[in-house]
């Protein structure tokens, strides 16, 4: 069974970081495109970041480039998120996703991205 374990969220002031993990299991890691998917309230869910398989292509959402970094790291399944210079708007529910299908591409308009798991809640405050 596919299981993505967010984790990393908290609380950080404006102009902070936070560093976000995704433990995967249950599926061939390597052979699946990762992103990063964001969700604040009252808001459909918006991309941040995908990763391809084997890590020589990254994508950002235009409100995270410059900000935010995506890596994989293959040998022990986890993807991360690296988020500096927080802003408020950055405050949401993030969620890890995988591509349908192997050494499929991810892109910020990409559909059927599988999201699992219960996300972890980042919020940033002053």
């Known amino acids: 069974q596919v299981r993505l374990a967010e984790s990393g969220g908290g609380l950080a002031q404006p102009g902070g970081s936070l560093r976000l993990s995704c433990a995967a299991s249950?599926?061939?890691?390597?052979?699946?495109?990762m992103a990063w998917l964001r969700q604040a309230p009252g808001k459909e869910r918006e991309f941040v970041a995908s990763?391809?398989?084997?890590?020589?292509?990254?994508e950002y959402g235009s409100s995270v480039k410059g900000r935010f970094t995506i890596s994989r790291d293959n040998a022990n399944q986890i993807v991360y998120l690296q988020m500096d210079n927080l802003e408020p708007g950055d405050t949401g529910v993030y969620s890890c996703a995988k591509a349908p299908g192997i050494w499929d591409e991810i892109h910020q308009h990409s559909r059927n991205l599988e999201v699992w798991g219960q996300g972890t809640l980042v919020t940033v405050s002053s």
């Open positions: 990763v391809s398989w084997i890590g020589g292509s990254t």
């Open positions: 249950g599926f061939n890691f390597s052979r699946y495109s």
